[in-house]
């Protein structure tokens, strides 16, 4: 990264893209609080399955983003409510998840129009377990939430976990989130040159 890059992107809270390891993904789930029975990374493959759809490129675009968090009900293979990290709203180096009151209410108004790129069933294909322990991915709850983060966008993961856990809360159980770390996918992306 040049220089100037490197000073915006560590004072929005930013690091250098990195592969994370076994026990990297591990350590740093573990930083975040997340459950190691829902705690997921993201195979490499779920970008190429994302640019190989035949979609308009502003929606790729989208299901590219960094930070995520996508809405599924048990009823609808696709998304029911979908949020994205530039849409969010920015004040003072920190995304604001919530800051029309996207997330007052169950299911989320969100701040991007769902679609039909990934379904569900498509983004599970891509999850590999974090942890041995980690349960298998499955329908039993009303509603499943996937946290999509990365320790690339430290704070910002931060604050979307914690707008999603509040907002989970209004379902008074019946709705399970997922937490998938992309920074295996975002270690091998060059920055320098997209």
């Known amino acids: 990264m040049h220089s100037c890059t490197t000073v915006l992107y560590t004072s929005m809270g930013m690091k250098t893209p990195k592969s994370l390891s076994d026990k990297e993904l591990q350590r740093y789930s573990n930083k975040r609080n997340i459950p190691q029975n829902q705690s997921y990374f993201a195979d490499t493959m779920l970008l190429a399955y994302i640019i190989k759809q035949d979609k308009p490129k502003q929606q790729k675009n989208d299901h590219g983003q960094p930070l ?3 809405y599924f009900n048990n009823t609808n293979p696709y ?3 979908w949020s994205i990290n530039c849409r969010a709203n920015p004040r003072t180096f920190r995304l604001r ?29 891509y999850l590999h377990p974090v942890f041995e322990n980690t349960r298998g991915l499955d329908a039993k709850n009303d509603y499943t ?14 604050h979307l976990i914690s707008a999603i856990q509040e907002n989970a809360s209004l379902t008074n159980g019946k709705a399970q989130i997922i937490y998938v770390n992309t920074d295996r996918i975002f270690g091998e992306v060059d920055f320098e040159n997209e």
Do not use: K, M
């Open 145 to 158: 939430i996937y946290v999509i983060y990365n320790r690339l966008f430290n704070r910002g993961s931060r």
């Open 97 to 125: 998840w919530n800051s029309l009151g996207e997330l007052d209410s169950f299911p989320p108004r969100g701040n991007c129009p769902p679609d039909s790129l990934l379904s569900q069933d498509s983004l599970r294909t």
């Open 68 to 70: 995520q968090a996508i």
């Open 79 to 81: 998304p029911i409510s």
